[in-house]
């Protein structure tokens, strides 16, 4: 089968040949239908200080396959061949990190670990709900909290930041969004963005009692920590990159509360697949072709993506 494999910081992934794999007892083996792009991959790239995260190379990444069963593995009941399926971005563990991941025409996955794909979601959406959906969907509910009135304020409206957000504005907050790209407002405001700046330093008035960090790139979240009101929470999802430098005297003053958030679990992505059947949550998607993930992830790191970038397998 064709694969996209990663060998080390500073190469970028190559088309190759790949064993196909087989489902070992407990798992299924699926033909991906679609599989979505993360900024991560961008990172395990170009930053050396990704390389943890990746025990044994070379390896397939992507971390975010939507497809259909075709062989179940011994011991396997609760699933049939021809069942569609998603896997929640962080679980089953290591998918494309510490296993081989959703960059191919074929993987395989736990099958405890895996979301049953409603009849009027198409695979592209479900491909994009297991990392954008999912990862969003534990930010603002499970991790945030975020409850009906709150102020919440929204850094970032790529591909998760534009989910956050419409979760967000279901859950009944008050919404904003900072997002330095102008082109992706209208994206932020069709989610039910109230307002939407630059910089989030241009909130300062709004008295925010969340601010969901989607960038992750130091400035957003030390920004982030001065326009929180007293007692507010930062919720930290973006890892633009893997360091900040925040006022600590205003995070003590206020009395604020930091939290990480990743990953997702079966419940979250189950929430986003309801969501996409009930047509309250309709992200905004680029499809490319499966032969071309080296140059969209190009596109990602470049800032030349609208919405989420999904590759569609035939």
């Given at each position: ?14 088309l190759?040949e ?22 991560s ?110 102020r ?17 504005h ?10 330095i ?67 600590t005297?205003?995070l ?11 990953g ?43 919405g ?7």
């Amino acid at each position: 089968m064709r694969a996209w494999q990663f060998t080390d910081t500073g190469n970028p992934l190559e088309l190759v040949e790949w064993p196909d794999p087989e489902p070992a007892p407990g798992e299924v083996l699926i033909d991906i239908k679609a599989s979505g792009l993360c900024h991560s991959d961008v990172s395990a790239i170009d930053d050396p200080a990704w390389l943890g995260y990746f025990p044994r190379r070379p390896i397939v990444l992507g971390h975010e396959p939507a497809g259909v069963i075709t062989k179940l593995g011994d011991g396997v009941t609760d699933w049939m061949v021809g069942d569609r399926v998603g896997a929640p971005s962080g679980d089953p563990p290591g998918l494309g990190y510490s296993r081989d991941g959703a960059y191919a025409e074929r993987m395989v996955a736990p099958a405890g670990h895996l979301v049953r794909i409603p009849d009027n979601v198409g695979f592209a959406e479900a491909a994009a709900g297991t990392d954008a959906g999912n990862v969003s969907h534990r930010a603002v509910v499970t991790v945030g909290r975020v409850t009906a009135g709150e102020r919440v304020a929204i850094v970032g409206v790529g591909g998760l930041g534009q989910i956050g957000l419409r979760i967000a504005h279901l859950a009944g907050a008050e919404v904003y969004a900072a997002e330095i790209n102008r082109e992706v407002w209208s994206i932020a405001e069709a989610a039910g963005a109230r307002r939407v700046v630059a910089d989030i330093i241009d909130l300062a008035d709004v008295g925010l009692d969340v601010v969901i960090d989607f960038a992750g790139f130091g400035s957003t979240t030390a920004g982030a920590i001065e326009v929180l009101k007293p007692g507010g929470r930062l919720v930290q999802v973006g890892m633009g990159t893997l360091e900040a430098t925040i006022n600590t005297g205003a995070l003590i003053v206020k009395q604020l509360k930091v939290l990480g958030s990743q990953g997702g679990g079966i419940d979250n992505l189950t929430a986003v697949y309801d969501l996409y059947a009930q047509g309250l949550l309709r992200p905004v998607l680029s499809s490319i072709d499966f032969s071309e993930i080296g140059t969209g992830l190009e596109r990602l790191k470049n800032g030349d993506v609208r919405g989420r970038l999904v590759a569609v397998l035939p």
